[in-house]
């Protein structure tokens, strides 16, 4: 069977949880004995010049192999006006033929990890023939809506409705969507790449640090409406001799400049290859997550945490997006003073930091050890999804 993925997020460095499952299901022992990888559609906007076009139609039907098993297609919706209905559904309608064209004669499961409305019409085409459809909730999506008039809420309703199982982030999420046939599945870490050092990898002016330099540091999206600035500001103020480094994207800019004026001892880099990301983590003497508690965080399950841990620096977080599982291994703070004490005597040293239980979680929590179990899942109930098909015909 082969799994066709459609990807909340464009195939990259598998750092994210939707490309780590989907890896591992294809190249581990599961049903799937292949994959194709599509990534969301690329509007191309009504300015672009008939050459832009062109290009993005002849880019469109390139498919790259990331492995023998493994196809990745990225659609390019090329004509003008492609976001009105019409033309979305006959560009769409030629996604669908061509990965029906891919798939053959094989039978394939459809695996939906996003609410883009670009997806729409090609989910509901590629649903009519999948012998198992799953959606992935792997956030709460909700929180990352594009308009105010984007109906990502009925979208997921929509798919889960028509679902032979969902796999959830956590419960909060799942409740939001039940479902006859739920598996709750945590993100997990790498713990085979998160375990790599290399003390000379050379990165000016982060990497090699400096002698007695000391690094607080994060990963990952600085995103406003999930970051607490007054608590990332009251750490800049509080160790102006610390430098904070950040290593990721944001999805406001305006965020890291308001930041980036509270001091010069911050550092934003953007997003660096997965391979070398440990790299960066290890020389953090604190690695932090100064998330808010709301209803988006409630929606998140960190994979920067188990990262961390498996890099073996110390952990400071706020309570937010279930941490608290993991409380024996890093450093819950209730509220600012706290979050600041703990960095504090983490750098200062007074508090002594054991690795070794964090390390403990990220190898049994590492997407080699659970992707099996989530395939033991699916496997399971492939005999059940055909009878309710044949039930169905």
Request: net charge positive; hydrophobic share 40%.
């Amino acid at each position: 069977m082969i799994l066709v993925n459609l990807s909340n997020l464009p195939f990259s460095t598998m750092r994210k949880r939707n490309q780590s499952i989907f890896v591992n299901l294809v190249e581990g022992e599961s049903i799937f004995t292949s994959g194709i990888f599509v990534d969301v559609p690329q509007y191309l906007p009504r300015s672009a010049s008939l050459i832009d076009r062109l290009k993005a139609r002849k880019t469109s039907q390139r498919v790259k192999r990331f492995s023998s098993k493994i196809k990745v297609l990225s659609p390019v919706l090329y004509l003008p006006f492609s976001y009105r209905r019409p033309v979305a559904k006959i560009l769409s309608s030629c996604v669908v033929k061509k990965v029906r064209g891919l798939i053959g004669n094989q039978r394939y499961c459809l695996w939906i990890n996003s609410p883009e409305a670009s997806f729409l019409y090609i989910a509901d085409g590629l649903m009519q023939g999948a012998e198992k459809v799953v959606v992935d909730l792997s956030d709460d999506f909700t929180a990352f809506k594009n308009a105010p008039d984007d109906d990502v809420d009925g979208r997921l309703k929509h798919y889960t409705e028509k679902a032979h199982a969902v796999i959830a982030i956590n419960k909060h999420v799942a409740s939001k969507y039940p479902h006859w046939n739920t598996y709750i599945f945590p993100n997990c870490t790498d713990y085979s790449n998160f375990a790599k050092d290399d003390p000379y990898y050379y990165h000016p002016p982060v990497l090699p640090k400096p002698v007695g330099t000391k690094y607080v540091g994060f990963i990952g999206g600085f995103n406003k409406g999930r970051i607490d600035e007054p608590l990332v500001t009251r750490l800049l103020s509080q160790f102006p001799d610390i430098t904070f480094i950040f290593v990721g994207y944001t999805n406001d800019k305006s965020l890291r400049k308001e930041i980036a004026e509270v001091g010069s001892n911050v550092l934003f880099i953007e997003s660096v290859p997965y391979e070398i990301l440990p790299y960066f983590i290890k020389s953090f003497d604190v690695a932090i997550v100064p998330h808010l508690i709301n209803e988006h965080t409630r929606g998140n399950d960190l994979l920067k945490v188990l990262d961390y841990m498996a890099c073996g620096v110390p952990v400071v977080t706020t309570n937010c997006s279930n941490v608290s599982k993991f409380a024996d291994a890093l450093y819950v703070a209730q509220d600012h003073d706290e979050f600041i004490s703990l960095v504090r005597s983490l750098i200062d040293s007074q508090k002594k930091h054991d690795p070794q239980k964090g390390i403990t979680y990220a190898k049994k929590f590492s997407w080699s050890s659970t992707v099996p179990q989530l395939a033991k899942f699916l496997n399971t109930g492939h005999e059940t999804t055909r009878k309710l098909n044949a039930s169905k015909s």
